[in-house]
């Protein structure tokens, strides 16, 4: 039924590597995350077995149903939005959390790592496009105070930055917001003197956009798993 998802995954990593060596990168620099919310533990089981291992999804609730179903071996990235009140289960369900977006949310994740013994990378979403209705941190003392709690925690491991570009943006738009973002990282990288590796931007529409502007992680569902259907 879902013989659809290995041929797109393989396309779309295909894309990725010729993507990373026309702007002069490794193949290994850009990692995918499949992001397979709303789409079935079969389909994420038959990109498993394509060979595929880092996962997205944007809900707790959708990983805590996923995760005990699935190989012990997926890395799971949660990508949405998560309210301090999910910190707990986001810290045991997930390995990597993309969209941080406060010093709050920060004190509760550290105190729920601590807890449970678990270092967790985070990645701090930044809203760069300045557009209103887009989560994620614009203000520099925001950014400043959420990067002061992450270095301040030994249980947080601060490895980037994250964003969306506008869905109604045209392209040289988006590579605006994409080169924003690594400005950003370097500032921050600079300042504050740590390394900041990863980069996560870039999705179905956009992703070689991205990693032309150095994107380490592209978020990519709808290429790989299909429509999303919201209705059930
Ligand atoms: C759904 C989602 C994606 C994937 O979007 P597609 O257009 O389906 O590739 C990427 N990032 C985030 C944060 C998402 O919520």
Redesign the pocket.
Known sequence: MSSHIAPQLAEIIGKIESAAEKSGRKRGDVRLIA?S?TFPVSDILEAWNAGQRLF?E?KVQELENKVPALPSDIDWHL??HLQSNKSAKAVNLASWI??VDSAKLLRHLQRHAEAAQKKIKILLELNVSGEESKEGLSEEKDINEAVETLLASQWLDFRGL?T?APLAAGESERRAVFSKLREKRDALSQTYKIALPELSMG???DFAEAIAEGATFV???????GK?DYSN
């Open positions: 992001v919310k997205g944007n990508i949405g993309h969209s994250m969306m999705m179905s529409n978020r990519i569902g709808t290429a790989i798993f999303r």
